[in-house]
């Protein structure tokens, strides 16, 4: 099994960065995945990290740390639309299939 | 390309009536998941299937709840007789192999509420 740990809630403010941390334990890795979900619709995919480091992709990025089981999903230029649940998920171990953690509520204000 | 397609978007029924949840996967995607999302936290996996075959079905209530995948396309997620703890969104996905994990899609979730 696994166990997911992420912030229940983060708030911001428009324009600015914000760094949404998820630390894991598992008995395999297999990856690491962030999603985002806005309030009463389907967890869409962000990113998807299974080396160490930083992933860019516009103004989302990803890290990862598997030595320390650390992740964080950084938002740069924040905007009113970015406020929505973010989602970390990981593979238990042995499998592909990723579990999600509880999530991270983000709430951009102006 | 169509995504992930479910029906009903939403659903109130009284406890102890049947209800039945429907989802059409992504074109060419052979692994469906039906997953439950309770109100403040993440989606917790019911059943996974490979084609028409159900291989992780590990956390389904089995005494309530039942799927069924013909054909290996769509599939029907059941729950007879509800109850007022079986109220959530009710999400289904369908997934592509990316870098030896699974990149889901999901559908936009039936909220289901039970009085």
């Known amino acids: 099994g696994q166990n997911i740990d992420q912030p229940t809630e983060m708030t911001a403010t428009e324009g600015a960065i914000v760094q949404i941390n998820c630390t894991y334990q598992?008995?395999?890795?297999?990856?690491l995945f962030w999603y985002q979900q806005h309030a009463g619709e389907a967890p869409t995919f962000l990113s998807y990290?299974?080396?160490?480091g930083l992933e860019e992709k516009g103004r989302f990025s990803s890290f990862l740390s598997r030595s320390k089981g650390y992740s964080y999903l950084l938002l740069k230029e924040l905007q009113m639309k970015d406020s929505a649940s973010y989602l970390c998920a990981v593979p238990s171990g042995g499998s592909y299939i990723p579990t999600f953690g509880r999530g991270t509520s983000l709430i951009v204000h102006p | 390309e169509a995504g992930v397609v479910q029906s009903p978007r939403y659903k109130i029924i009284e406890k102890k009536q049947p209800v039945a949840f429907w989802c059409n996967p992504i074109s060419g995607h052979n692994t469906l998941y039906w997953y439950r999302q309770n109100l403040g936290q993440g989606p917790e996996l019911l059943i996974r299937?490979?084609?028409?075959?159900?291989?992780?079905d590990s956390q389904l209530p089995k005494d309530r709840f039942s799927a069924e995948r013909l054909k290996g396309v769509d599939s029907t997620l059941k729950i007879q007789p509800a109850e007022l703890g079986d109220s959530a969104v009710y999400l289904c996905?369908?997934?592509?192999?990316?870098?030896?994990?699974?990149?889901?899609?999901f559908g936009s979730g039936t909220q289901l509420s039970v009085l």
């Open positions: 990290n299974v080396l160490d």
């Open positions: 996905a369908s997934s592509t192999r990316d870098r030896g994990s699974e990149k889901l899609f």
């Open positions: 598992t008995s395999g890795f297999n990856g």
């Open positions: 299937y490979e084609n028409e075959e159900a291989v992780d």
